[in-house]
């Protein structure tokens, strides 16, 4: 282990800390490492969420486990039956990989909202998720692409789905000394998916004031089999509203008209939970929530429609 | 000084900015930056209230703690009331009172940040809750809380001509509007900090400021101390936009480390830049307008209410929105300025032109429409174009009584070479309107009024068009002035305290002395911050730099450039008379005869001197040698802007799609240098129309998003890249080469032409900013 220290005390820097610091080699040297140093200790991926979070004193750790360099956890590939996005893959390298698939180009689209590109080469898939904003742009689409997460242990793996991985705003299924290694999306056997994703946001450097996000899957004759809508920003986690997605199953792309896709917006925003703050009010959120979902489904139509 | 010559060699070229390499490497340092020897810390105590007054305060603990070296409360502070320019603040650096949620109270020093911040919480205050009010409406009704012993409003500001009573029965069309106006942030990139450091009892102040001047007499006037005690270094203070000119931190400062003895510096957090020091006003419109059949102007008739915060004492925002809009046969404005228990209001960018003059340009706007009249035609048909009289004309303390009794007052002698005083002088917007036009293809794109050009779904697209005027810089506080040295190796430095806010003007006013010295512009350097080197200057606030430190740098060079010749013809050319030589690239030689061998340079000129005995200088200092014209009576910038945006109705989300905008600011020294600063203008407009606003809590009046994630400034990438930045240089009589200000008209231009295009793209007008939520509000409402 590496000893380092980071004390720049007084008026150059924002940076005021003094911590240990390791460099595992591996993922289960890192939980080993975890394990032995205990709550004090923190992983630290791209850094660009804890470096906030660490300015404003709302956190503090003893120990920093610096995770970035492993690559077994640095990945992006396209199986037969899956996607699998490695924790540690940066948001660039997910808005590199358009051209692996047309849900990693929806992905990669997404990543594009995201924070700056100079950002976006530090901060990681993994990092996004473990820090399990509401807001987040890309927690919405793997909800609804149904994706599940793997995570590593000190006695093994375990996989969660990405709808449960959220248990409330900066709270994860991560338990003790427990690391997120994967994304993994599920592609269908047989038929198509496609998923789009849509925001409200103000300025190009911008949070999601509302999002959402859909997948619809169709079988070759157009038939949908399944759908699924997921909503951001207008609960403490993602929103899967059945209650949108439900009454599209067993639909033929064709009848997908307008009417239907609005209902389902209505719908969707039913199972909003917005509140009202400085960014935008509850009313204007849920409202959002309709075109988004409207949107984002007529996004997925046209794509299945090519 | 005439105008006359346009073959310019070194005003009108694009010249890289002096100090871009060290910008893009990040090595110019800015105040922050800045450390002196056995340096302490310190931080303030904030307010919590909105008003209170201190009971009681104990510092014992917080003087106990190891590392503190001393606590600042009102007990040690001066009670005298000090003034930031064009009264931005009007206080005591401390008086025991808070008057808005975040208020300086006291200040501690330290060994560390650390060590300051944690004895910030063991000072012990025991607060007398005062009642407190927020809204200006409320603030200025008798029985409202007192905010300050001067009471709560400031006498009103009236322009007045005609009879409006009058104006209204020849009108054929009235229109009247109630707009209210949310708070813009300066929002600057960087942070600020202040360093003092006494010497005995002389003080040097180190901090990012645009007004270094106006900062040692803030500091003379709260200690009470001779100003020849206070230097005043100001460093870099990227963009300002008015923020950082003399600010209460500062003065705190100063009184802290002379308390501990001891050089101190305060260095702002983000959070205390935004939320702490000051903002522009809120600010409500109510109006009238009236116009014929034909499109006349009859009347306006506006009552505009600005509220300054706790230490603002502003009692006006902009008379140049007035006089562009001058032809108007009869108008009554009056402005009046409101304390009330927020944050501090004071100038921003283009103040008032951004608020007043975009209700007028709304006013205007439902006017045209109503007339059946193209928004470009409305505005040629009546805005001001030169040699027509200005509104601004009327008594004010600061002008020496009325009109007449003003002019009366100028010894004919200074005045005999003046433009007309209350008449513009140059320039208008009729010429940059139409090139305006004709660039963005306005005939072609403009399809009436509430009519976009396009409908896509649900997306809606429209042009629009706006102007802005704003003053040139100016003379209430006294005249800007430089001085330029000749050195004895021939190079050049300018003096003039105009501080350094990232617009250019280290490289502009060295074109200026270039230009007149006829020497090359990389001979010439540039001090904008030392008070001990520089004579007394505005500062570059009001559109001044350009315009009245140009004036004083050119005048100061022209007397430099006088003395270097008559001491070349007296030693070199056989006493023949100075008018008959002539410079060219640093060398001196017979106006006659341009490619003579009988050439000299400056350093000859001058060393010949340094040889002799006689005990004359081998440097040369050259100054103006008369005040500059009282410019705010004849002088104004222009901006035209022509805008495309795409509305998504169900969103409320607004795009923009395209770009123009002409300015008039006369001769352009710098077209590179110039053109940013329109385009930055532009942004900030748009941004203020469609984003920026500062979010006040509802009871307490604290900012809740002094945060630039929530506190939305558009980006280059908001902002479309094709967009247009032309020029129309309506050459001026005074002004250095011709030239004039430029850098607040741009703003206001841009949200009056973002506004209508919005209007025509869906129909409804939108208070500002046109926030998506607002947007659909207000299509929902209609």
Known sequence: MNEAVVDESGTDGVMRARFDYARPATAQEAIKLKSQLGEKARYWAGGTDMTLLWQRSEIQFDHCIDIRQLDELDYISVEPDSIRIGAMA????????????????????????????????????????????????????????????????????????????????????LRGTELLKEVTIPLPSAGQIAASYRRIDRTVVDIALVNAASALTVSDSGEIKKASIALGAVAPVIVRSEAAAQPLIGRTLDELDDAMLAAAGEAASKDAKPISDVRASAGYRRDMVKVMVRRSLADCVEQLKG | MGTTQRNFSVVGKGAHV???????????????????????????????????????????????????????????????????????????????????????????????????????????????????????????ESGAPEIRCEGNERDPYIVKWGDTDEGSAQADFTVDCDIFYESQQYAPLGRNACIAEWLGDKVTVWTSSQTPSELRDGVHEALGIPLSKVRVMAMPCGSSFGQWWSNNFMIITVLLARKIRQAVKIELTNEECMATVKRRHLERTRGKMGCTKDGQITFAQIDHLIDNGGYGFKDDVGFFCVDMWGKARNGHYAVHGINTNLVTAGCMRGVGDCTLGASVERLADRLAEKADMDPVDFRIKNQIVAGDELRMQH?????????????????????????????????????????????????????????????????????????????????????SSAMVRINPDGSAKVHCAVGRQGRGSETTQCQVAAEELGLPLDMIEIETGDTDSCPWNHGSLASSTMYRTGWATRAASNDARRQLLEIAAREFFDGIAPEELDITDGEIHPKEEPRSNRRFTFSQVLNELRSETLGQTSSITGRPAVPMPPSTTFARQFGAQFAEVEVDVETGKIKILDFVAVQDSGTVVNPQVLKNQVIGGAICGAGFAIYEHLVFDEETGAIKNANLLDYKLLRCADFPHQAQVLFEESPDPVGPFGARGAGESPIAAGISAVSQAVYNAIGVWVDLPMTPERVVRALNAA
């Open chain 1, 90 to 173: 940066s948001l660039s390298l997910l808005e590199r990989s358009a051209e692996a698939h047309h849900l990693l180009a929806t992905l990669s689209d997404i990543t594009k909202l995201m924070c700056t590109p100079q950002t976006r080469t530090l901060a990681t898939v993994g990092g996004n998720l473990c820090n399990a904003s509401p807001a987040s742009d890309l927690s919405p689409a793997f909800v609804a692409m149904n994706a599940q997460v793997v995570i590593l242990g000190e006695d093994g793996e375990r996989s969660v789905g990405m709808f449960e991985f959220f248990e409330g705003v900066n709270k994860t299924a």
């Open chain 2, 395 to 479: 008594s004010r303390d600061n002008m020496k009584g009325n009109r007449d009794a003003y002019i009366a007052s100028i010894p004919p002698h200074l005045r005999k070479d003046w433009p007309e005083l209350f008449h513009l002088s140059a320039g208008g917007t009729r010429a940059i309107l139409e090139r305006g036009a004709e660039a963005f293809r306005w005939k072609e794109r403009w399809k009436g009024w509430a009519t976009p050009h396009t409908v896509d779904g649900p997306l809606k697209r429209a042009v629009g068009v706006g102007t802005g005027a704003h003053v040139c810089g100016v003379e209430f506080e006294g005249s």
């Open chain 2, 18 to 140: 002096k100090d871009a390499r060290e910008k893009v490497t990040g090595s110019l340092k800015y105040a922050v930056d800045l450390k002196v020897q056995n340096m302490a810390s310190g931080k303030i105590l904030r307010c919590p209230h909105p008003h209170a007054k201190i009971v009681r305060i104990d510092t014992s603990k917080a003087e106990a703690l190891p590392g503190v070296l001393g606590v600042l409360t009102h007990e040690d502070v001066p009670q005298n009331d000090w003034e930031s320019a064009w009264f931005n603040y009007r206080g005591k650096a401390l008086d025991g009172t808070g008057r808005f949620v975040g208020d300086d109270i006291a200040a501690v020093a330290a060994q560390s940040e650390e060590i300051a911040e944690h004895a910030l919480e063991l000072i012990d205050v025991e607060y007398e809750i005062l009642p407190h009010v927020l809204d200006m409406e409320k603030a200025r």
